[in-house]
């Protein structure tokens, strides 16, 4: 029994003291692929570092995170587009709009983003979405730029049952971690009502630790106890949680889209 955690920031300073052991902890549980959002250009090469260490897990996306597009935010672009001329990448991300921070950056957080989708289709690639007290400008960009080329994992997926498909109408996957097991997460309570193929677990590690770690630091050994989360909420074995939102992973990373 493997599990894919389709959202980790293995290569934050919060896993510096151990990250090998911390990796080492993951495999030993079954999860035994990681897809690496980026944040901004300062982390570049501990990625790519992370990468060179552990080739055999450790799957690349690159993006600009929303919280850090600022005043530079062209720089950036600049730079995700150099590294995409260079290598691959398995997606485009971490990218979108976070409005709970910063509302005055909204008119490039909504160019960057719309950039950065055009990239992706560029490139085939996914894309994947972080949305915080932004659904409807992240909805809107997502309608001006629906399509068959347009598709991937809307991460943390934290909204209501209406949102989710609406997430969903538009190729998307639901990113569900370390929420779904909140008392207060709210998903649980019509997570069961979305079809499992339109679920992939991620931990967000080290952010959004599930119960009974919530508050502390995450990591991605702790991505079961979402999958067993899941198990209770769909009335499924664990192996068949891991099995099913495994292959969705796949078919958003490595399968051939428009």
Request: include cysteine; charge should be negative; proline fraction near 3%.
């Given at each position: ?7 980790t ?12 052991e911390?990796?080492q ?8 692929r990681?897809?690496?959002p ?16 552990h ?6 996306m ?27 990448f398995y ?5 979108g709009?976070d409005?709970?921070?910063?509302k ?7 160019d ?8 992706a ?5 996914p ?8 659904f ?5 960009i ?6 068959d080329?347009l ?33 207060n997460?709210?998903?649980d309570q ?8 339109h ?26 106890l ?6 209770t ?5 664990l192996?068949?949680?891991a099995?099913?939102?495994s ?12």
């Amino acid at each position: 029994m493997t599990f894919t955690d389709t959202h980790t920031h293995l290569y934050s300073e919060s896993f510096d003291e151990d990250q090998a052991e911390m990796i080492q902890r993951a495999i030993d549980a079954g999860v035994t692929r990681f897809f690496i959002p980026a944040i901004d250009s300062a982390y570049t090469e501990r990625m790519y570092a992370l990468e060179k260490a552990h080739p055999d897990t450790v799957y690349l996306m690159m993006g600009l995170h929303p919280t850090h597009v600022k005043e530079n935010y062209e720089e950036e672009l600049a730079h995700i587009e150099a590294q995409f001329a260079t290598r691959d990448f398995y997606a485009v991300g971490e990218i979108g709009i976070d409005l709970y921070w910063d509302k005055s950056t909204l008119v490039i957080q909504q160019d960057a983003f719309t950039r950065q989708i055009q990239l992706a289709k560029k490139y085939k690639k996914p894309i994947v979405i972080h949305c915080r007290e932004a659904f409807d400008e992240v909805f809107e960009i997502l309608e001006s730029e629906k399509g068959d080329d347009l598709f991937g994992i809307f991460h943390c997926f934290t909204g209501t049952k209406e949102q989710a498909g609406k997430a969903i109408s538009y190729n998307m996957k639901l990113g569900i971690g370390g929420v779904a097991t909140f008392k207060n997460g709210k998903i649980d309570q019509f997570l069961a009502e979305i079809p499992l193929e339109h679920i992939v677990l991620e931990t967000d590690a080290p952010y959004l630790s599930p119960v009974p770690y919530r508050g502390k630091r995450n990591e991605s050994s702790y991505l079961v106890l979402v999958a067993e989360k899941l198990a209770t909420i769909y009335q499924k074995p664990l192996d068949e949680i891991a099995a099913i939102t495994s292959k969705n992973a796949d078919n958003i990373f490595f399968t051939k889209h428009a």
